[in-house]
């Protein structure tokens, strides 16, 4: 473990994880958005089928995010200066900005007083819009990372045991909420309201897969060869596990008839083992493709999926917006003759490409590149007329800037960009 702390090469399996994520939420968006569509009971009971099976975003997303900091930071001094300052750069302001433009769109016609405060206590609750509290639970996990490295040097050595541990707790913690937080007399009850309204943006309430990720960073030469071997298992327990969740589900709805939103509940103890197997089959699939590599160094169309993983920040910014739009103009335009799924998919299709397309036009402009979370465009710019960055490798932090000319240039041109390989979300 040592060898790799002094040397971390870039996670290549990192960059789709992030941008399928990011599209996944997108899709858990869309079907929820597109469920009126339906003209049937079943059509309905259908489409919320598959909204559950995509319910896996928010593990996933909390997996590679933990991943990606402990990766980068797991072995060394902890600067929390420099660390909030490239954050606040890099995530927070786009999350206070985007928070703003939600407000504004949401609740047209408000005092300028009822506006600022409005805004204030959307951007401490991620209120703004419904996807916004990803990037609230982002900025929790930074608080905590410090304590969560000195945890994870702590336990480095028993990856079984605190994985078990929990795991177990994350399958309580989701029954216990399931059960009695979001049903039933304690759910009626004025303080439990108000914790169940925040419960999906507390960062604790997640706290396996941040170990998850945590151990998965530490260990990932083992756990990417035992995935490349016997991926097959992998690909059977995911199948498998989308079968139990199904059936769960139709016995949820035509068995116990339990209400749609309650059986599509994302915290739900059947979510833990799903998302687990769903976070496997992911990691498995990157892993081959990574383990691909070509003449120019890395896999087939790494430096695709790196434009994409750099965009994806911004998609999960942007795209209620531009999905509020389609909903509202585009999709009723749409021929009703047409099938539901069809029209479901074009939805999808122009909400992600549209997305994708104006993250990735904003990271090529300087100062606006900030909305998104990056400056990398123009710093990679820099690295490459100074002929120091080579097909395959990429700056992993702040500390392997080759010389000090650069970091002038860099600073110039605005460009102390938030790295792709230190932040899960994009």
């Not at 929820?32 to 598959?50: D, W």
């Not at 035509?254 to 309650?262: A, F, L, M, P």
């Not at 700056?395 to 080759?402: K, V």
Request: a positive charge; proline letters at 4%; charged letters at 10%.
């Amino acid at each position: 473990m040592k060898e790799q702390q002094a040397r971390r090469p870039h996670v290549y399996e990192l960059d789709p994880l992030r941008a399928v994520t990011a599209w996944s939420v997108v899709a858990v968006h869309v079907l929820a958005g597109t469920i009126l569509l339906n003209q049937s009971n079943v059509g309905v009971e259908v489409q919320n089928a598959l909204v559950v099976a995509m319910h896996f975003t928010r593990e996933v997303f909390i997996f590679v995010t933990a991943f990606a900091l402990v990766y980068v930071y797991y072995g060394k001094p902890f600067a929390t200066r420099r660390f909030w300052a490239r954050r606040s750069i890099g995530v927070l302001l786009p999350y206070c900005i985007w928070s703003v433009v939600y407000v504004w769109v949401n609740i047209p016609g408000q005092s300028p007083a009822t506006f600022i405060k409005t805004a204030i206590v959307d951007i401490l609750t991620g209120n703004a819009s419904y996807q916004l509290y990803y990037i609230l639970l982002t900025l929790q996990f930074y608080i905590i990372l410090p304590l969560f490295l000195l945890f994870l040097k702590r336990v480095a050595h028993h990856p079984w045991k605190v994985l078990s541990i929990s795991f177990v707790i994350q399958v309580v913690l989701y029954y216990a909420d399931y059960r009695w937080l979001q049903q039933g007399t304690v759910a009626s009850s004025g303080f439990w309201q108000i914790v169940a309204g925040f419960q999906d943006r507390f960062v604790l309430v997640y706290q396996f897969y941040f170990v998850l990720g945590g151990f998965t960073a530490l260990y990932f030469q083992q756990i990417r060869s035992f995935l490349l071997r016997y991926g097959w298992i992998v690909a059977c327990v995911m199948v498998a596990a989308l079968a139990v969740l199904w059936l769960h589900f139709v016995l949820q709805i035509r068995v116990y008839q339990e209400s749609i939103g309650y059986a599509t509940s994302v915290l739900q103890p059947v979510m833990v083992f799903y998302s687990f197997a769903v976070i496997l089959f992911a990691l498995w699939l990157a892993c081959r493709w990574a383990s691909h590599r070509y003449r120019e160094g890395g896999p087939r169309g790494y430096r695709i999926w790196q434009v994409l993983s750099d965009a994806s920040f911004g998609v999960y910014l942007i795209h209620v917006l531009l999905l509020t739009a389609i909903l509202k103009w585009v999709v009723p335009a749409m021929p009703t003759v047409w099938p539901v799924a069809i029209r479901v998919i074009l939805t999808w299709l122009m909400t992600v490409g549209s997305a994708t397309a104006v993250s990735v036009t904003l990271l090529h402009i300087p100062v606006l590149s900030r909305l998104v979370g990056r400056g990398y465009s123009v710093r990679r710019e820099v690295l490459q007329q100074a002929g120091e960055e080579k097909p395959g490798q990429r700056p992993q932090h702040a500390e392997t800037i080759p010389s000090t000319r650069l970091v002038e240039q860099v600073i110039q041109r605005g460009t102390f960009a938030q790295e792709r390989s230190e932040v899960g979300n994009g």
